[in-house]
């Protein structure tokens, strides 16, 4: 079993609020959960209003199919968020 975590941190530029920043996070977890049946969870600075940061976990059998979702999930997020991406890390873990 592999499991697989992408870290995502975002600034969101403009935004002077807690309800617009959930509301983009929730926009991106619901649209990483459809398209990629993975698990997406804020993660860090849940008071900041200005950065976001996101958990994507996924499970799979064979480290190419976690790297390969995870890929694409990253690249589905750089073309569709509004926010800047500012960093992101891969991690594997194998059991």
């Known amino acids: 079993m592999i499991i697989g975590v992408l870290s995502l941190e975002f600034r969101l530029h ?11 996070s929730l926009s991106l977890k619901q649209k990483l959960r459809n398209k990629f049946n993975v698990s997406v969870s804020e993660i860090e600075a849940q008071d900041s209003h200005e950065r976001l940061v996101l958990a994507v976990v996924t499970v799979a059998g064979e480290t190419r199919k976690v ?26 873990f194998s059991s």
Do not use: D, Q, W, Y
Not at 67 to 92: D, G, Q, W, Y
């Open 14 to 24: 403009g935004n002077r609020s807690l309800k617009g920043k959930r509301k983009i």
């Open 67 to 92: 790297e390969s979702r995870l890929s694409k999930a990253l690249s589905m997020i750089e073309a569709i968020s509004p926010a800047e991406l500012v960093h992101c890390k891969t991690e594997f």
